[in-house]
């Protein structure tokens, strides 16, 4: 029988909002309509789901950002992805009658998930067209893009994929000042710290950034010359 009060909370997580990150007011409306049960606030640097343990929930991210790692010991940089609200965690092991976690969640801000049994999350997908294509659109936008970042990390060297992410930043505002530590960074791009550094240095030195009291800064000189090089890419 479904569960009246995780259907109401999965109209407004699904339906009521644009797929991203929900308002505190609602994440406190659905804490009062499911209780503890369900809502759970992750804190920075916390685990979200433990690879190998068995498959059983979908943790639907409703604010917050996380970070997908992979434990392989001989990988220096498992960071395999990153996600964000609003996202169905563990969906993929779900679809794929995978029976235990194939990777970490880590919470890379304080997060706040609705952690639900996959017998309930199938009994409301069943019962509702709605929800279900709000859920098919979120996993067309995480494969979209995956496969963009698949693309990206195969087709350029480590080096222009720094390049290109300043790039597209700084077409935001011109000075762009990167707003990230470089730890940050490398994360974000899944690239070796170490190596992170190195190419940094290299683009200082092509004039295509600067580096003043640790911050990446790009003013119009710099744009002009990642411009030159990364604006006719279509990807």
Not at 16 to 42: A, G, R, V, W
Request: aromatic share 10%; proline share 2%; with cysteine.
């Amino acid at each position: 029988m479904i569960n009246k009060s995780l259907k109401h909370a999965f109209n407004i997580i699904f339906l009521s909002n644009t797929l991203t990150n929900l308002p505190q007011k609602t994440i406190y409306q659905l804490s009062e309509l499911l209780h503890e049960t369900y809502i759970f606030q992750i804190k920075k640097r916390k685990t979200i789901i433990t690879q190998g343990q068995p498959a059983d929930y979908i943790y639907i991210l409703l604010s917050g950002e996380g970070l997908v790692l992979n434990d392989i010991d001989w990988n220096i940089n498992n960071t395999i992805d990153e996600v964000t609200a609003i996202d169905c965690l563990g969906i993929t092991e779900y679809l794929t009658k995978k029976r235990e976690y194939t990777g970490f969640v880590i919470a890379k801000t304080d997060c706040y998930v609705l952690k639900v049994h996959n017998s309930e999350f199938y009994e409301i997908l069943a019962s509702s067209f709605d929800i279900s294509f709000s859920i098919l659109k979120i996993l067309a936008r995480v494969t979209t893009h995956a496969m963009e970042h698949a693309e990206t990390q195969s087709t350029f060297p480590k080096k222009d994929i720094v390049g290109y992410y300043l790039y597209l930043k700084s077409c935001e505002s011109i000075p762009y000042i990167c707003p990230l530590k470089r730890s940050e960074l490398a994360d974000v791009l899944h690239i070796n710290l170490r190596s992170l550094y190195r190419y940094l240095d290299t683009m200082e030195l092509e004039g295509m950034i600067k580096l003043r009291k640790g911050k990446i800064i790009i003013d119009i000189e710099c744009f002009k010359k990642l411009s030159h090089k990364y604006q006719s890419l279509i990807l």
